[in-house]
């Protein structure tokens, strides 16, 4: 029993690696391509390693277009949404997960719809009211709509841990002799913390990614990095592509959110396991 | 203890409502004027009111020309620059949509596709310039160019460069089959059947004219050099004609072309051909042994600059391609390999093949029209025509055509657009564009569905999208 | 990671809670005075909602009902046109084999998620750590990936030239996948760009169900099997119920997330099939409405998405409501 038992586990563990090569490999696929010339990559059988590689392909992209601007672009952009976003909606979460009041069901379902607009329509009118408001080809003027697009979610998500907190403790905190400011970031805040880390990713990825609203609202040649890498895309497929470069340029987007993914790597996971579930 | 509690929630929110304030502040304050530096700024207004704003549509316009039109535009207006934009193609009609219309953030002057052109001359975009038509190059202008920017007479957009599509071939191949340049379209139209059915290198797949299923823009040339075309005005309302006997006729002799000439797949669009004419891994392996080839099609269709991507790539010294600037691989034309020709008709003169370029114009709501039409005139003058064309871009004006050179390029370039078309000058050509109706019209007919059948269906959905 | 994080024990004690059956909650009416507060912390999110939102959201209902096209973006008065745009959309056979293909499309994507997505999570719950870490980090990088990178890289795995999936399928002997274009084909079409959303799906679900499962008790675990109940019995009647509110949560996210989904069936469309017969809602939007600049047709066809959305979602989320998930 207990032999059929552990073979199970290996089973397991052999299937979870495999699994795991699965997700990892259009990843793997996207960096290692990144290092090999064009010549390597339309070659009849696909190279499987980066031996030989070169940092030509970074080379060519970096000199091209305006990575640096875009990247400063992004950033910030993907900053105050990610720092906006958490703060709106830790409060609202905090509204509705700890207060019952009128209204509150409306807002709940109101954040639920909100997030089953179509938004294919909507970029004239975003345009003309950013446009009115004099935020066209700001940071200010993209980071409005992307907050109210990541808001509604990052509610659902935070209102979870929020809940997840007694109120009991934050008592118990002041009777120990805390203030009631103190006892808030001695004890509410730290439980929050892989919360807030979580959304912060969900925030970060949306807004790293976004596209279209970009397009619209950056005139000129002001850019993000999807933008950017769209637009280095579309150059290298009026010639021949060069896989290559595209490859080294997506890898340059993807670089700053694996960077982010493994400096808050250890929170985000206990914190997607410990309150995500709460929706 | 419930008023304690009650107290705890107060003063979060009270701390709450600092914090939005400081944030608001200094947090999402700050950075957006440290971007605004690091960004750059669009449109025409704002820095100080001396600047004027050209959108070019992709990087086809040279750094060379760039300069000079800035050097130039500064020398004639003294006191101004001259801030020129480049927008991508894909992204350019979603642009205009929004910019155009907006006074304060509009670009003064801007290239448009030439077939997007009617679309926003019919919504009013752009300056009526028929003051300016004859200074501008008046009759020598490229005329199928002027009428796509020409409402009721009036001239709204004129042509800026044009490119035309002709063939380009391999040689060896050609020959290997015991096939010579065709004199005719009928001539042409079995050559390549038989190429491919020789298939003298007995490559797998091989085309004998490579060309995509859904690759309209090219398949159209077929339809005009049997006297056919896309649609006509009727009563001062546009009809499609793909029912048309003759655009029929085209395009049964394309259908039989994409069965038993092309291997292209039946969805492909504008999807780069050259890659099938080069033989381009042939200098991949490292022990430098040829294991195998990507050539796969003996002739392709493509725009006249398709020629630098065609030809043998330049080694270097580290065993390497060479790259241009930009990263593209540089190639060496070998004229014993490739070779071009203009698609010919079957009336001894080229088929009028689509001719691709764009044209250029000034926005209706451009706060500088004086400093744009001094921008016009620079771009129509001798200097910058003959530039256009010492580029490789088919110039406007056709006085100087002989700037284009005299190579086999050239020749095949000029022939092949001595005869072009364009699409119709329809209000509502770009709609029928995004509709995507064209790529799957021309797609189903690759795959070998009936032709008057389809010509009727797509007719129906076509003609309502025309008016606009 | 730690095994035992304060955020764990948080979600035990709010699972706790929602499982006893106790609502949010302690102030509210009843109480002296205007309870202002939860006002006040609702108030950001609200102002920034209806700053972003109220303009275009209103502008896209009035439109709806607008003959709006390109030459009255340009500044021509805009004619209301009453219902016209509605009537021709209900009335064209198309939209609703587009609504139909959608929601399959929805459905078979958000339960393939979701069950993959489970079955990881089971998974990662009976391995050791260090091959649970691997998976997860593996998780994350696809999670990380930004979605133009990612449409670009299957989109050159799938390339019917240069592709790596053709060329692994020769290498396993499938001789016929020489030059195969899987794209051509509508069915082919929706089981690569199903591959991609689904790939790129199942990190949020594992990710959230594996959180759920690591607050079911062992105890519970094992006292079911003493009771003789197999391993398949366990998941369906323990493990199932008890992370119920989660599945349905996440299954309700996909569904509104895949309906409505865009970039990655566009970025395929880009380069190869036949648009009509792979559209979906939001390319089909945003073809004949916006692509044809056709821009009052686009914002009632919103519309038109937005209620089909809300009346499938409806029922299921009054039962959310209805157990306090809300």
């Not at chain 1, 010549?39 to 499987?48: G, I, R, Y």
């Not at chain 1, 892989?194 to 959304?199: I, M, Q």
Request: hydrophobic residues 45%.
């Amino acid at each position: 029993m207990s032999a059929l038992r552990r073979l199970g586990r290996v089973g397991a563990s052999v299937l979870a690696l495999a699994i795991a090569l699965i997700w990892v490999f259009p990843v793997y696929w996207m960096i290692n391509s990144s290092f090999l010339p064009n010549t390597k990559l339309t070659a009849s059988s696909p190279t499987f390693l980066p031996f030989g590689g070169s940092l030509t392909n970074f080379k060519l992209v970096l000199s091209q277009g305006n990575f640096g601007a875009a990247l400063k672009m992004s950033l910030f952009i993907t900053l105050i949404t990610v720092f906006c976003t958490l703060l709106f909606a830790f409060l609202a979460a905090l509204a509705i997960s700890r207060y019952r009041f009128k209204g509150r069901k409306s807002f709940v379902l109101a954040v639920l719809f909100i997030q089953m607009l179509p938004a294919e329509g909507l970029f004239l009118a975003q345009y003309s009211m950013i446009r009115s408001m004099n935020l066209l080809n700001t940071v200010m003027g993209v980071s409005i709509i992307y907050i109210a697009a990541v808001v509604p979610f990052t509610v659902w998500m935070l209102r979870g841990f929020v809940a997840g907190i007694p109120a009991d403790l934050e008592e118990a905190a002041m009777v120990d002799g805390l203030s009631r400011t103190g006892a808030f970031f001695r004890i509410t805040f730290p439980l929050l913390a892989p919360g807030l880390v979580a959304s912060g990713v969900y925030a970060f990825l949306q807004a790293w990614n976004e596209f279209t609203v970009a397009l619209v609202l950056l005139q000129g040649e002001t850019k993000t990095l999807p933008l950017w890498l769209r637009g280095f895309i579309q150059q290298s497929s009026q010639h021949e592509i060069d896989w290559g470069q595209v490859m080294a340029a997506s890898t340059l987007v993807a670089v700053p959110v694996i960077v982010f993914f493994v400096l808050v790597q250890g929170r985000m996971t206990s914190g997607l396991v410990a309150g995500a579930v709460k929706g | 203890m419930m008023k304690g509690l009650m107290g705890v929630k107060k003063t979060t929110g009270l701390a709450a409502l600092a914090a939005i304030a400081a944030l608001t502040l200094a947090g999402c304050g700050t950075p957006e004027e440290n971007a605004g530096t690091g960004g750059g700024k669009g449109g025409a207004a704002g820095a100080g009111d001396t600047e004027l704003t050209l959108w070019l549509a992709g990087g086809d316009t040279g750094d060379d020309l760039r300069d000079y039109l800035k050097s130039e535009f500064e020398k004639e207006n003294k006191g101004w620059t001259l801030k020129i934009e480049t927008i991508d193609w894909g992204d350019l009609v979603t642009k205009l949509n929004t910019a155009m219309p907006d006074a304060k953030n509009t670009p003064d002057v801007v290239e448009v596709g030439n077939t997007q052109s009617p679309t926003f001359t019919n919504v009013g975009a752009f300056l009526d310039i028929s003051d300016m038509y004859e200074e501008l190059g008046g009759d020598d202008l490229l005329q199928s160019f002027v009428e796509v920017g020409e409402v009721d007479g009036k001239n709204y957009t004129l042509p800026y460069y044009f490119g035309s599509r002709y063939m380009f071939y391999r040689v060896d191949v050609w020959q290997e089959a015991g096939l010579e340049v065709p004199n005719t379209l009928d001539e042409f139209n079995t050559a390549v059947v038989t190429l491919t059915e020789k298939n003298p290198r007995a490559i797998k797949d091989f085309s004998g004219l490579f060309l995509g299923g859904a690759d309209w823009r090219n398949g159209i040339s077929w339809v005009f050099a049997n006297g056919g075309d896309l649609a006509k005005q009727e009563d001062g309302a546009w009809v499609s004609t793909l029912s048309d006997p003759n655009t029929i006729k085209g395009l049964k002799q394309l259908q039989i072309i994409q069965q038993k000439a092309s291997m292209a797949p039946v969805d492909a669009k504008d999807q780069s051909p050259w890659l099938y004419i080069n033989d381009t891994d042939e200098a991949s392996e490292e022990d430098s042994s040829v294991t195998s080839t990507s050539l796969s099609a003996a002739t392709i269709m493509a725009p006249g600059w398709a020629h630098w991507s065609i030809g043998d790539p330049v080694i270097g010294e580290d065993g390497q391609p060479e790259r241009n600037p930009d990263g593209v691989i540089i190639r060496e034309w070998n004229p014993a390999k490739f070779g071009v020709f203009a698609l010919p008709g079957n009336d001894g003169k080229p088929a009028p093949v689509f001719a691709g370029g764009s044209n250029i114009g000034i926005s209706a709501k451009s706060q500088h029209p004086e400093q744009a039409k001094s921008l016009m005139k620079i771009i129509f003058s001798d200097e910058y025509q003959q530039m256009l064309g010492g580029a490789g871009l088919g110039p406007a004006n056709s006085q100087f055509v002989d700037s284009l050179g005299t190579d086999e390029f050239a020749k095949a370039l000029i022939d092949s657009a001595l005869n072009s078309k364009l699409t119709p000058a329809a209000p509502g050509w770009a709609a029928v564009e995004a509709s995507g109706n064209l790529e799957e019209f021309f797609g189903k007919i690759a795959q070998g569905g009936d032709v008057e059948e389809l010509a009727r269906e797509y007719d129906q959905k076509i003609t309502p999208l025309l008016q606009g | 990671m730690k095994t035992k994080t304060p955020a764990r024990d948080a979600g035990r004690v709010d699972a706790g809670r929602v499982g006893a059956g106790r609502g949010p909650g302690r102030g509210g009416p009843g109480r002296r005075g205007f309870a202002w507060t939860p006002y006040v912390l609702i108030a950001p999110a609200v102002a920034i909602l209806a700053l972003a939102l109220a303009y275009p959201v209103g502008w896209q209902l009035v439109t709806s009902f607008k003959e709006f096209g390109l030459a009255q973006q340009f500044g021509q008065p805009a004619e209301f046109n009453g219902l016209d745009n509605y009537i021709k959309i209900v009335t064209t056979g198309e939209t609703w084999m587009v609504v139909v293909r959608s929601v399959v499309f929805c459905l078979v994507n958000a339960f393939l998620t979701v069950a993959i997505g489970t079955g990881l999570a089971t998974l990662m719950n009976t391995i050791a750590k260090p091959i649970r870490l691997t998976l997860q980090i593996c998780l994350l990088l696809a999670w990380a990936m930004p979605v133009v990178a990612v449409m670009t890289v299957w989109n050159w795995l799938f390339d019917w030239n240069h592709g790596t999936i053709n060329w692994f399928a020769i290498q396993l002997g499938a001789d016929q996948y020489w030059h195969h274009n899987w794209l051509e084909k509508p069915l082919s079409f929706y089981a690569v760009a199903t591959i991609i959303i689904v790939w790129m799906s199942v990190p949020f679900v594992a990710f959230s169900v594996y959180a759920g499962l690591t607050q079911v008790s062992g105890e519970v675990l094992e006292a079911a099997q003493i009771d003789g109940a197999n391993g398949w019995q366990r998941f369906t009647r323990i493990v199932v119920p008890l992370i119920r509110p989660v599945l349905m949560i996440v299954l309700l996210l996909q569904i509104i997330w895949d309906l409505r989904v865009f970039t990655q069936i566009r970025m395929l469309q880009d380069r190869g099939s036949f648009p009509s017969q792979t559209d979906l809602l939001g390319t089909y939007i945003y073809r004949e409405g916006v692509g044809a600049n056709h821009f009052g047709m686009a914002a009632a066809m919103s519309v038109f998405v937005l209620i089909i959305t809300i009346i499938a979602a409806w029922p299921y989320v009054r039962s959310l409501m209805k157990q306090e998930a809300i």
